[in-house]
């Protein structure tokens, strides 16, 4: 496990947390994609720069790339040996999404840009909301795609708390046993 992508079903599943946990325990940089996709005062980066600067990253001896934002998939897949996904109920999502903007209000998130404070807005529940069933299918879909790209690739699926402390605590070079 030397190239890690970390996604998850929804905003809230836990992917931030993950990472930097793994990052830790297996002294490998990890990379948020949201510090690289926003800009300060929440201004999107132009799609090239994202595309690239993931490229450059990719290209490294080892790394932990944590975040959805499936437009660019294709440059972290094709680098990657270990596919994690979170999928957690769509509650466990919300709940931390809306504890996470308490917890952190005013304040920039260390996985988030400079610049970019907390925030929450009825948009980004509404996408959380309308977006989640049809994300699990298309993220099943990339787990699937990555398996059959090469045979020594690795799938991990967690899909409760429980599993996900039990794989960050010690199971951190296992496969899911759980069905794509």
């Not at 990339?142 to 045979?151: I, K, N, S």
Request: glycine share 8%; net charge positive.
């Amino acid at each position: 496990m030397k190239k890690v992508v970390v996604t998850g079903v929804s905003a809230g599943a836990g992917k931030s947390t993950l990472a930097a946990e793994l990052g830790k325990k297996l002294d490998i940089p990890v990379y948020h994609l949201d510090s690289i996709y926003w800009k300060p005062g929440w201004i999107e980066a132009d799609p090239e720069e994202f595309r690239g600067a993931q490229e450059e990253i990719a290209a490294r001896d080892s790394w932990i790339i944590e975040g959805n934002y499936t437009a660019s998939f294709d440059i972290r897949l094709k680098e990657a040996d270990t596919f994690i996904y979170l999928e957690v109920p769509l509650r466990v999502c919300l709940y931390r999404v809306l504890k996470r903007w308490l917890t952190n209000l005013g304040k920039t998130r260390p996985d988030m840009a400079e610049g970019c404070p907390e925030k929450m807005d009825v948009e980004f529940l509404r996408f959380i909301i309308t977006t989640y069933k049809a994300r699990k299918g298309k993220m099943r879909n990339y787990m699937q795609g990555f398996l059959e790209a090469d045979p020594a690739n690795q799938v991990i699926f967690l899909s409760n708390q429980k599993q996900i402390d039990e794989f960050a605590k010690g199971g951190c070079a296992r496969k899911s046993d759980k069905q794509i």
